[in-house]
């Protein structure tokens, strides 16, 4: 199949970018990537520079792979990430637009390749049980419960690839700050600190610069592991509508 | 040099409780004044990091990805050994510890194994009390699944996600001390070369991956958690990104590298379906829990489907050969992964492969679809159900266990294997050798220390699947926190150390010339075409099956592209900027003079053993012959330069629990 590919270029983070076109030959069997990896080739042939994309596991999992293709986080295929999508998706002739995550917490680096360090210091913030190697007990002494622990599972699946933020609007990282919260707080290891850890995290979030969560859902529909909105429901009832309580963290 | 293992005296079972409880410890107040390197945040770094931060040692952590959460262990999906034997069936850690050395094939080190062991049951504890959201049954309680080359059920899982989660606990306990600022994180950060001061590893020399800068960083010890190097083979289950150049810089720089022969080729994959392929996706090992494997009996068949004109449902029940349960009766479909492996090469080198490339057998999941679905509707008081009710009942089940695998064969296969049966071929997958370590994880360079898939310490020749796992986090959360103290216990009164200090501006200095060089060759082809040559050289000749004639053939064609290399490669852009390119240049480069080592190395093996099989070592049936009179030693190579030959150092195995026997899983 014959593609052509607007692709934004971006030498470096304090460079201006622009969409340039590329012409590409694909299979329909190849991923999306692979597809970027033959024209990067071309171009390397050519003693162009290749586009620089961001990618590692292949397999969905790791959140590395981060770009809008054709205007969506991840692309047009529901509950799949860029890595997972495949060419029999698109059509022969189709002009694909690749652009890189937008949000001015995501600093562009180079072409699709952004900083998403802002989500690591929203977990180191407290997005962690607070117990030390060594400290803990059976691990069958607390019994939990199949479908709690399965609804902390679906809330732990989080890649932590920030979709939900390109998605957005307002680039709020909500839905990925509800699903660290809710995986912790729906067990009883992680109840404890349940309060403090929401509100800080939800504190770094804003310092880092994303936005505030208007209800929009848009993270929804485009986050690769199907993270649902109940989570910043159940963030909002449960941990910050005490905000002004006593366990406020200052 | 000799190799001394440092196995403590005593007892096997209290050797390490009577060792831990007599080893020098660092006092509080002097923790403070020492630095730790730890390069990696996979398992085996994360843990190890985040455990050190917690005992009060300076760290600085490293990871070339640009988060730590990131690391290839993510991507783990089957599960996690622990001898709990909550499943009451007969586990214990010395069934774990004797499953985990024959699953290896007597290459071993007894010590580490049994440690590895009894470590295991602490491993779920911590993983739990972090938050990991393991698989439960109805009454609340840790779920478990049996995997190959064992007969009781021990692996914890959390869904096909196992990995994933265990990563975030580790990823988590190390956020929580970055935040506490014990830990000092430094990602896309990669380490280009170790440096010595003495003799003893203080530092290394990292590439800033988004200015291009080269950094030195410097402190007591370091610590590499860096992973296994199956990239070389450029096709694998591995990530992208995963490759050798750390601890080869560490060979380099005198550490021995054990075993590189002893590579993991995993039964369960995706076949390859074009040259344009960039990694081959996993299908997890739980899967042979219910499925079977097979091919047609009959090359007519298998000719018909590879050509399309039939399809794995066409073929009768007397037509198919289901050949790991004829071959193998008593672990059937649950045979290691060494030995599901050769023998589905041998299925498709006899003509029997179901893809049209040839290379595919089928796994499938009609049998347990039934099984399934029959007592699922016993369970609901149906007495008389329909063929379509018990497939759909069953189909669920299946899905609930497997639902996220499926998923991903369909997005990649385009086929849906709830209803046409897998295809699927052995793949690359794991290394189990690595820098050479003893007993406290140190290298034979004072102050190295090698964790996770980066050292070579516990599979032998043939890993047991969701023991990778177990033993990244063993050696980072319960092992090397405590083994350190070994040789820190010495440095209390050593000064810090300044990175500006003559072996460090000297190693810069070499990286620097080493980066210029390669950008500078301004060649005519892509690193790319370099890596997927190397890999097809290995694939071929140093793969599933290995001989002499081969190995030497692919020493010579690995040379002469080594040489091509440095004269034709094409790096574009510069040194000083974020360059993915000259990144995978210094990888494939490394990857280009360890490939030759594994090659020499399995020449130098004249046995058959676990993930190592030499045709010339073979038993009439086509099993693997090993040869405990000769090769019951570890080989650990010594890199002498460029040019010159790797000196063998040999650690002979002392078995003084187990008997060496043929491994028989018939
Ligand atoms: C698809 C797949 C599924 C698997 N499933 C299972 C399973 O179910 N059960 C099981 O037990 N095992 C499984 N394994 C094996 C297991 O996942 C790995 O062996 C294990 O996770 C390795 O962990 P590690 O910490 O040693 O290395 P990795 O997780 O590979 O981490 C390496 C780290 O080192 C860093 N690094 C490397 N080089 C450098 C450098 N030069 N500079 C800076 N940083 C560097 C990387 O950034 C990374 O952080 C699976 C493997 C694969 C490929
Ligand atoms: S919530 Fe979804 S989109 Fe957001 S980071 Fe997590 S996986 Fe990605
Ligand atoms: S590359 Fe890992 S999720 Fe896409």
């Known amino acids: ?250 | 040099m000799s190799l001394d293992s440092k196995t403590p005296p005593g007892p096997l079972a209290e050797k390490w409780t009577r060792y831990r409880g007599t080893m020098n410890l660092v006092a509080p107040n002097n923790k403070r004044r020492i630095d730790i390197i730890v390069v990696g945040t996979g398992l085996a770094g994360a843990s190890a990091a985040a455990t050190l931060g917690e005992l009060g040692y300076n760290v600085k952590c490293f990871t070339f990805h640009d988060s730590p959460r990131r690391a290839h262990s993510i991507a783990a999906q089957g599960g996690i050994n622990a001898a709990k034997n909550y499943a009451n069936d007969g586990d214990s850690v010395y069934r774990l510890f004797y499953d985990t050395i024959k699953g290896g094939d007597y290459r071993s080190r007894e010590s580490n194994v049994y440690r590895l062991a009894e470590v295991s049951r602490n491993i779920i504890d911590q993983a739990v009390a972090q938050g990991v959201p393991f698989a439960r049954d109805y009454g609340g309680l840790l779920d478990n699944r049996s995997f190959g080359g064992v007969q009781v059920s021990r692996t914890f899982y959390a869904r096909g996600q196992t990995g994933q989660q265990l990563l975030l606990g580790a990823y988590q306990a190390l956020s929580r001390q970055i935040a506490l600022g014990t830990v000092e994180m430094y990602n896309r950060h990669e380490m280009l070369d170790l440096v010595l001061v003495d003799g003893k590893a203080r530092g290394i020399i990292a590439r800033n991956l988004v200015t291009g800068k080269l950094e030195r960083f410097a402190a007591h010890c370091v610590v590499l958690g860096t992973g296994g190097y199956s990239n070389v083979f450029y096709l694998s289950t591995n990530a992208m990104m995963c490759n050798v150049t750390a601890a080869w810089r560490a060979v380099r720089r005198g550490a021995y590298m054990a075993n590189p022969c002893f590579t993991q080729i995993h039964p369960t994959c995706i076949p390859q379906s074009g040259d344009y392929q960039s990694k081959l996706t996993l299908m997890s090992e739980s899967l042979r829990n219910d499925g079977r494997v097979w091919v047609p009996k009959k090359k007519e068949d298998a000719k018909a489907i590879r050509e399309g004109q039939k399809t794995g449902r066409d073929i009768a029940e007397e037509d198919r050969d289901y050949f790991l349960e004829r071959r193998y009766p008593a672990f059937g479909n649950l045979v290691p992964r060494d030995v599901a492996s050769r023998a589905s090469k041998t299925a498709c080198d006899e003509g029997l492969g179901v893809a049209p490339t040839g290379l595919a057998v089928f796994l499938d999941f009609t049998a347990a679809i039934e099984r399934y679905g029959k007592s699922k509707a016993h369970s609901m008081g149906m007495h008389d159900p329909s063929p379509e009710k018990i497939r759909e009942l069953g189909e669920a089940v299946i899905s609930e266990k497997y639902g996220n695998l499926f998923e991903m064969y369909e997005k990649i296969t385009g086929e849906n294997p709830y209803k046409m049966p897998m295809k699927i071929y052995p793949a690359v997958h794991y290394t189990m050798g690595g820098l050479w370590v003893d007993y406290n994880l140190e290298t034979n360079i004072p102050g190295l220390f090698a964790t996770g898939e980066c050292n070579f310490s516990d599979h032998g020749a043939n890993r047991l699947g969701a023991s990778a796992l177990m033993q990244g986090l063993a050696d980072g959360y319960f092992v090397l926190p405590y083994t350190i103290g070994q040789f820190l216990s010495n440095e209390i009164r050593t000064p810090k150390f300044s990175p500006d200090a003559k072996e460090f501006v000297e190693a810069e200095n070499q990286t620097r010339e080493r980066l210029e060089g390669m950008i500078n060759i301004k060649g005519s082809q892509s690193v790319e075409s370099f890596h997927r040559r190397l890999g097809k050289i290995m694939w071929e000749y140093c793969g599933m099956a290995r001989n002499a004639d081969g190995l030497q053939k692919a020493r010579k064609m690995i040379r002469e592209l080594r040489e091509e290399f440095y004269k034709d490669v094409f790096i574009p852009g510069s040194t000083e900027e974020y360059n993915p390119e000259l990144e995978k240049a210094q990888r494939v480069a490394d990857f280009l003079e360890m490939g030759e080592l594994m090659v020499l190395d399995a020449l130098n093996r004249n046995e058959s053993c676990g993930g190592h099989f030499r045709e010339e070592y073979q038993s009439e049936e086509g099993e693997a012959q090993r040869n405990d009179a000769d090769y019951a030693f570890v080989s650990a190579w010594e890199y002498k330069g460029w040019e010159a030959e790797p000196v063998l150092h040999k650690e002979e195995l002392v078995f003084e629990n187990i008997e060496l026997k043929t491994r028989s899983y018939k």
């Not at chain 1, 990618?55 to 790791?62: A, K, L, P, V």
């Not at chain 1, 054709?70 to 295929?77: D, S, V, Y």
């Not at chain 1, 699709?112 to 059976?138: C, E, F, K, M, N």
């Not at chain 1, 067990?187 to 403090?196: D, I, N």
């Open chain 1, 1 to 250: 199949m014959k593609l052509t590919l607007k692709i934004w270029r971006q030498k470096s983070l304090k460079e201006k970018g622009r969409f340039e076109t590329y012409k590409v030959e694909a299979n329909p069997h190849m991923s999306f990537l692979e597809m970027l990896d033959v024209l990067n080739e071309e171009l390397i042939a050519k003693k162009e520079e290749p586009v620089v994309f961001e990618h590692d596991c292949r397999e969905g999992i790791c959140g590395t792979c981060s770009m809008v293709i054709n205007g969506e986080p991840h692309g047009p295929m529901g509950g799949t990430t860029a890595c997972q999508l495949h060419m029999r998706h698109f059509k022969d002739g189709e002009t694909i637009v690749i652009e890189p995550f937008r949000a001015s917490a995501f600093p562009v680096m180079k072409d699709l390749a952004v900083d998403r360090s802002a989500l690591d210091r929203i977990i180191q913030a407290g997005g962690y049980i607070s117990v030390s190697t060594g400290a803990a007990q059976d691990a069958n002494a607390v019994p939990i419960d199949k479908d709690t622990a399965g609804h902390s599972f679906d809330a732990a699946a989080c890649i932590g690839c920030g979709a939900c933020v390109a998605a957005c609007p307002n680039a709020s990282a909500m839905l990925f700050v509800s699903a660290k919260v809710s995986h912790l707080a729906l067990l009883p290891q992680g109840k404890v600190e349940a309060k403090r850890r929401a509100q800080a995290m939800v504190k770094q979030m804003d310092l880092e610069g994303f936005g505030m969560c208007s209800n929009i859902t848009a993270c929804e529909a485009e986050c690769p592991k199907g993270i649902s909105v109940e989570n910043i429901a159940r963030l909002n009832r449960e941990y910050l509508s005490s905000a002004l309580g006593s366990e406020t963290v200052a």
